[in-house]
């Protein structure tokens, strides 16, 4: 894999976080493949599966609209991209490290997330997105 590649696939996952963080709607819906429209899928943390692309932008909607703030610290970031062709895949692995405010008070949580892009004439588009809350280390986990 070039490091050409691997950079344009970081730069869409970061963008991925960026439209999150400035409740950009229009933004967030350039990031989403719109050549499969159906295969576009996101789990939300404690969400139930959301497939198709209009269902996955109403829910960012949702919460971009419900959240006055949000900050994403993405650490463990991992990119691995197969092929270099249109409809080549790549898929990033990272944790994040969000700080909010939901509610009258501010809180941290931590999510793993998956990312899955398929590269397309326009860019890479993100076609999965899965985040699943950590609930402990992986130290608690070993005892």
Do not use: K
């Amino acid at each position: 894999m070039t490091t050409d590649l691997r950079a344009e696939v970081e730069a869409a996952n970061t963008a991925l976080y960026e439209a999150l963080e400035s409740a950009d709607a229009q933004r967030m819906a350039a990031l989403w493949d719109e050549s499969e429209p159906d295969a576009v899928v996101c789990v939300h943390p404690g969400w139930p599966m959301l497939r198709g692309r209009s269902h996955v932008l109403r829910s960012f909607s949702a919460i971009m609209a419900n959240t006055p703030y949000i900050q994403f610290f993405l650490t463990d970031v991992q990119v691995h991209v197969e092929g270099s062709d249109l409809g080549a895949a790549a898929i990033v692995t990272c944790t994040e490290n969000i700080l909010t405010a939901v509610t009258e008070t501010d809180s941290a949580a931590q999510t793993v997330s998956t990312n899955v892009f398929r590269r397309r004439a326009d860019g890479w588009r993100l076609q999965v997105h899965h985040g699943s809350p950590v609930m402990g280390t992986l130290e608690e986990i070993d005892e």
